[in-house]
């Protein structure tokens, strides 16, 4: 007899989630257990109309107490858990029914990659691993406040890892807003376990990620720090915690220190695609040009490995990996092969702006006005009519008519109101003329309300500050560097 598998989920007002995620997984267990913890719109019925049962459970400021509580009323050999803003699209369904016929009475946690689809251009996303199916055994329960654990609970009893194939996507994250709400809630009871749990090296990780996520560089490191001190050096979040901290060292203007942080890492961690891109930035910022190229070059030659790191941007080992390598070389003066290496990005990944606008930046350096000029054109021919506004707006730039660079950026801001890219180049033309200090404030203000952690707007913070704080003639920073990943 195949065994019976249950689905488990914590919910509070999904009512429009929620169907979709059924919808996608229903009909691949033969048991679904739904906690409310205390919904006030339609979501109950909702999960009625799946045939779930319903238990309520009053909220404890405690992600793990939720799911444990699903986990009791649940009567499946195998237990599977979603979020109701996760999906299964048809091929990872037919996956799934391939592995449940092979599950056998093995105390085991099987992995699942799960995708986080970002708000902004280019479909930005990150994979991390999962333990997303597990068997139920008495003796296994969910810890942590927040960022909630299975995987520990069953290695402790001597229960095995498997990797499996299926891939849920997480949409959770597409709307800015609701995302830095969902961040805060995570660093407050980060906070709570962190005073509960000190020197606990998986909350020190998420905590130092969630700061990070919500733009406070400063504190990740120390939280980042922190965890490092303590990790055992085989635990998974080993590697991801690195590359965070180099990233954040960065973010916090210490280059040195992320890049001796990046030495002491790789030798452990050699084909970490973070890493490597990290390496590659800073010694192109170092003009060791040679070194930066392989780097990046190793990076794009990356095997396919059964599952990303956890948390890898896959597009580092494609269009944001050759991006870097096409800014070594820009740097080097070899621009025939920055142009290739920027074209084989936008060619991979037509929706990711960076290129384009690297692309247009080179003609315009170059003279190539037409050549710019076609690339705006080709995007408005594209219906991406904001995104044809920021080439023209940068060309303006480089032919110092910021008026118009100005009006231009101004019209892709009204044109895509939630988007950054528009606000930071907007952003940029500001800091750059040096004529309207509080415009610029609030125009760098309004992309850190988007992406917290975006280094350049970091960076234009504190010059505009500066200047708004001494009231003397401006000192703007070079615009077109690296772009920090995160």
């Not at 990620?209 to 980042?224: E, I, K, N, P, R």
């Not at 740097?331 to 692309?359: F, K, M, S």
Request: glycine content about 6%; aromatic content about 6%; some cysteine.
């Amino acid at each position: 007899m195949p065994p019976i598998i249950s689905l488990t989920m914590i919910v509070r007002n999904e009512e429009a989630d929620l169907p979709a995620c059924l919808e996608s997984a229903a009909d691949l267990v033969e048991d679904i257990v739904v906690v409310d913890t205390g919904s006030t719109d339609a979501t109950k019925t909702v999960a009625r109309r799946f045939g779930a049962r319903l238990i309520d459970f009053p909220w404890r400021d405690d992600f793990a107490a939720a799911r444990n509580e699903a986990l009791k009323h649940a009567t499946g050999d195998w237990v599977f858990w979603l979020d109701a803003d996760d999906r299964l699209d048809e091929d990872n369904r037919t996956r799934f029914r391939a592995l449940a016929r092979r599950l056998t009475d093995e105390l085991a946690v099987w992995l699942f990659q799960c995708v986080n689809v970002s708000a902004g251009e280019g479909g930005a996303a990150t994979s991390l691993e999962q333990g997303r199916l597990f068997r139920r055994d008495p003796r296994v329960w969910w810890q942590y406040r927040v960022h909630e654990q299975i995987v520990p609970a069953i290695e402790r009893l001597g229960g095995v890892t498997h990797r499996g194939d299926v891939v849920v996507r997480h949409v959770g994250y597409t709307d800015p807003a609701t995302r830095r709400a969902k961040l805060q809630r995570d660093l407050r009871l980060l906070t709570l376990d962190d005073a509960e749990r000190p020197n606990d090296p998986l909350t020190l990780f998420h905590l130092g990620w969630t700061q990070s996520q919500l733009g406070d560089a400063a504190a990740a490191v120390t939280a980042l720090e922190r965890c490092r001190q303590v990790a055992p050096p085989n635990l998974a979040i080993v590697a991801r915690l690195h590359a965070l901290l180099v990233r954040n060292l960065r973010q916090i203007g210490q280059p040195q220190a992320a890049f001796d942080a990046c030495q002491r890492a790789l030798p452990q961690f050699p084909d970490h695609a973070e890493l490597l891109f990290h390496q590659g930035q800073l010694l192109t910022q170092a003009r060791r040009f040679a070194d930066a190229e392989a780097s990046l070059v190793r990076l794009l030659g990356l095997a396919e490995s059964p599952g990303m790191a956890m948390g890898e941007d896959p597009g580092l080992r494609g269009y944001k990996g050759r991006c870097a390598l096409a800014e070594v070389y820009r740097d080097a003066g070899r621009a025939d092969d920055a142009e290739r290496q920027w074209q084989l990005a936008l060619a991979e990944q037509p929706g990711y702006l960076v290129p384009a606008i690297c692309l247009s930046d080179l003609y315009a350096a170059q003279g190539r006005w037409e050549a710019a000029e076609h690339l705006a054109e080709r995007l408005a021919e594209q219906g991406r009519a904001a995104d044809a506004l920021l080439l023209r707006a940068r060309a303006q730039m480089t032919r110092g008519d910021f008026a118009e660079a100005r009006r231009l950026a101004e019209a892709a801001v009204a044109l895509a109101p939630a988007e950054p890219m528009p606000r930071e180049i907007l952003s940029h033309v500001l800091v750059l003329e040096g004529r309207d200090w509080p415009a610029a404030q609030r125009a760098v203000r309004e992309v850190l309300l988007r992406q917290p952690s975006n280094a350049t707007a970091l960076s234009n913070l504190a010059v505009v500050e500066r200047q708004l704080a001494a009231a003397r003639p401006p000192q703007p920073p070079e615009w077109g560097g690296s772009i920090i990943v995160g």
